[in-house]
């Protein structure tokens, strides 16, 4: 059985059919990468996945159970955004427990997750740190920090490298997939950039106008497109 498992999900915003019924299943640890161009529905369906969206029809399971109708603080669920808003006026250690301390986690007990947090990703330096006085790559790790802290079942990534440059990109790349590895979580990622794709994934799916277009391993996708689409949007050899 998939983790997470999509069945003919469907989005509409008043008449506009935004999600034209998704299917995609996802083993446990699996990290499937989702592309498309900009427009096609990619966040519509991260959105969905989380809760933050409530979707016009189908059903999502995560490890057999249908959460359509739980709240997205039930779906044991972490997002990593595009825009990471980090909270000003709090250190970097404050940020990264806010979620904890919401939930209702004792301080030793959030201290202890943070400073594991903080030694994955490497910025025990920074804890003290107010995010303006962070550079954009570690800003963004912050933000991973906050989402990995909640130790979730399933990881959505909404173009999360997308603000930084080239190197840090590649950095950060290399940093997620060592997570990934270390973790053993269940990922969705968005990324526009095929080589993020092709390193990071163990599935590509391809989405165009809220219809997936093939969904299959990174070598599939690129070796044996499903259409003209695909191959385009990969750049395959022709
Ligand atoms: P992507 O992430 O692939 O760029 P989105 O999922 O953000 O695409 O958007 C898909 C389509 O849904 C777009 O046409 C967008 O304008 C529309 N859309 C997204 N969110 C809303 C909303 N809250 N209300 C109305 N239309 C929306
Ligand atoms: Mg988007």
Redesign the pocket.
Same mark, same amino acid.
């Given at each position: 059985m998939a983790f997470l498992e999509i069945h003919n999900l469907r989005k509409s915003?008043g008449d506009?059919d935004?999600l034209k019924g998704i299917n995609i299943a996802i083993e446990e640890g699996g990290f499937l990468v989702l592309v !498309?161009p #900009?427009?096609? !529905?990619? #966040?519509?369906l991260l959105n969905s996945i989380a809760g933050l969206e409530t979707v016009s029809a189908g059903e999502i399971r995560i490890a057999g159970r249908p959460v359509n109708d739980l709240h997205p603080s039930e779906r044991d669920i972490a997002m990593v955004f595009q825009s990471y808003a980090l909270y000003p006026n709090m250190n970097v250690a404050e940020n990264i427990a806010f979620g904890l301390e919401m939930r209702g986690v004792a301080k030793a007990e959030r201290d202890a997750a943070v400073a594991k947090v903080a030694d994955m990703l490497q910025i025990e330096p920074l804890l003290k740190r107010r995010p303006g006085q962070l550079s954009g790559g570690q800003r963004q790790r912050v933000a991973m920090g906050r989402a990995l802290v909640r130790d979730p079942q399933v990881f959505l990534f909404d173009e999360p490298l997308s603000n930084l440059d080239a190197k840090l990109r590649v950095d950060m790349r290399t940093e997620i997939k060592k997570l990934h590895q270390a973790l053993a979580t269940t990922i969705v990622y968005v990324t526009h950039d095929q080589i993020e794709a092709m390193t990071l994934a163990t599935q590509i799916a391809v989405l165009k106008d809220g219809i997936l277009q093939q969904v299959g391993s990174p070598e599939e996708v690129y070796s044996n497109p499903a259409n003209v689409f695909v191959a385009d949007f990969m750049g395959s050899p022709t």
């Amino acid at each position: 059985m998939a983790f997470l498992e999509i069945h003919n999900l469907r989005k509409s915003f008043g008449d506009v059919d935004v999600l034209k019924g998704i299917n995609i299943a996802i083993e446990e640890g699996g990290f499937l990468v989702l592309v !498309g161009p #900009s427009g096609c !529905g990619k #966040s519509t369906l991260l959105n969905s996945i989380a809760g933050l969206e409530t979707v016009s029809a189908g059903e999502i399971r995560i490890a057999g159970r249908p959460v359509n109708d739980l709240h997205p603080s039930e779906r044991d669920i972490a997002m990593v955004f595009q825009s990471y808003a980090l909270y000003p006026n709090m250190n970097v250690a404050e940020n990264i427990a806010f979620g904890l301390e919401m939930r209702g986690v004792a301080k030793a007990e959030r201290d202890a997750a943070v400073a594991k947090v903080a030694d994955m990703l490497q910025i025990e330096p920074l804890l003290k740190r107010r995010p303006g006085q962070l550079s954009g790559g570690q800003r963004q790790r912050v933000a991973m920090g906050r989402a990995l802290v909640r130790d979730p079942q399933v990881f959505l990534f909404d173009e999360p490298l997308s603000n930084l440059d080239a190197k840090l990109r590649v950095d950060m790349r290399t940093e997620i997939k060592k997570l990934h590895q270390a973790l053993a979580t269940t990922i969705v990622y968005v990324t526009h950039d095929q080589i993020e794709a092709m390193t990071l994934a163990t599935q590509i799916a391809v989405l165009k106008d809220g219809i997936l277009q093939q969904v299959g391993s990174p070598e599939e996708v690129y070796s044996n497109p499903a259409n003209v689409f695909v191959a385009d949007f990969m750049g395959s050899p022709t």
